[in-house]
């Protein structure tokens, strides 16, 4: 039997991300627990309602009201009663909720290039055509993939002093290793 002490609770509860000044770090404090990422993602296929998220992903009630008491909290989901006796909510994307869909069609776009050894299950396809659709990330004014080297991360105009040094140790690291191979 093992006995939790007090510094290993501490050492397991999870870290807010909140009060960090990067949109990646508040992002995850959203929607990091993989049970939020995949109810996301059946709400996009037209889940609403708390039995269907639930059968989907045989996920265990509590934590299934948890999560979803996060994603409204979040602003991802908005609860609407449809049902008064017996009282009944369902689950509606948000606008916020809805801009989350560009994330988990790159995370199904890099699950299939990557983690698909017996093949590809899922497929993102043109409706009208039937095309399968390799979706990337491009950037709106040159239409470039911001994959692209040409692209990279700087400080915005909010960046506080950690994040400017942070990005400059990534700049002159990065300088070290272009001037190690000349």
Same mark, same amino acid.
């Given at each position: 039997?093992?006995?939790?002490? &007090?510094?290993?609770?501490?050492?397991?509860?999870? +870290?807010?991300?909140?009060?960090?000044?990067?949109?990646?770090? %508040?992002?995850?404090?959203?929607?990091?627990? =993989?049970?939020?990422?995949?109810?996301?993602?059946?709400?996009?296929? /037209?889940?609403?309602?708390?039995?269907?998220?639930?059968?989907?992903?045989?996920?265990?009630?509590?934590?299934?009201?948890?999560? @979803? +008491?996060?994603?409204?909290?979040? /602003?991802?989901?908005? %609860?609407?009663?449809?049902?008064?006796?017996?009282?009944?909510?369902?689950? @509606?994307?948000?606008?916020?909720?809805?801009?989350?869909?560009?994330?988990?069609?790159?995370?199904?776009? =890099?699950?299939? +290039?990557?983690?698909?050894?017996? &093949?590809?299950?899922?497929?993102?396809?043109?409706?009208?055509? /039937?095309?399968?659709?390799?979706?990337?990330?491009?950037?709106?004014?040159?239409?470039?993939?911001?994959?692209?080297?040409?692209?990279?991360?700087?400080?915005?105009?909010?960046?506080?002093?950690?994040? *400017?040094? *942070? @990005?400059?140790?990534?700049?002159?690291?990065?300088? &070290?290793?272009?001037?190690? &191979?000349?």
């Amino acid at each position: 039997m093992m006995i939790v002490t &007090g510094r290993m609770l501490r050492a397991m509860q999870r +870290k807010s991300f909140s009060g960090m000044q990067c949109p990646i770090a %508040r992002s995850l404090e959203h929607v990091g627990e =993989w049970w939020s990422i995949l109810i996301l993602r059946d709400a996009f296929n /037209g889940l609403r309602r708390f039995d269907e998220f639930q059968t989907s992903l045989g996920i265990a009630p509590n934590m299934l009201t948890r999560r @979803l +008491k996060g994603l409204v909290e979040s /602003g991802l989901l908005e %609860r609407r009663r449809y049902s008064e006796r017996p009282p009944r909510d369902e689950y @509606l994307l948000t606008e916020r909720g809805r801009d989350f869909r560009s994330v988990t069609l790159a995370l199904l776009a =890099w699950g299939n +290039k990557h983690l698909t050894p017996e &093949g590809i299950s899922i497929q993102l396809v043109n409706r009208d055509t /039937g095309a399968v659709a390799e979706p990337v990330l491009v950037d709106r004014v040159s239409g470039r993939p911001v994959t692209d080297p040409v692209f990279r991360t700087v400080p915005g105009p909010a960046a506080d002093a950690g994040t *400017r040094q *942070r @990005l400059a140790r990534r700049d002159a690291v990065a300088a &070290g290793h272009e001037g190690a &191979g000349a």
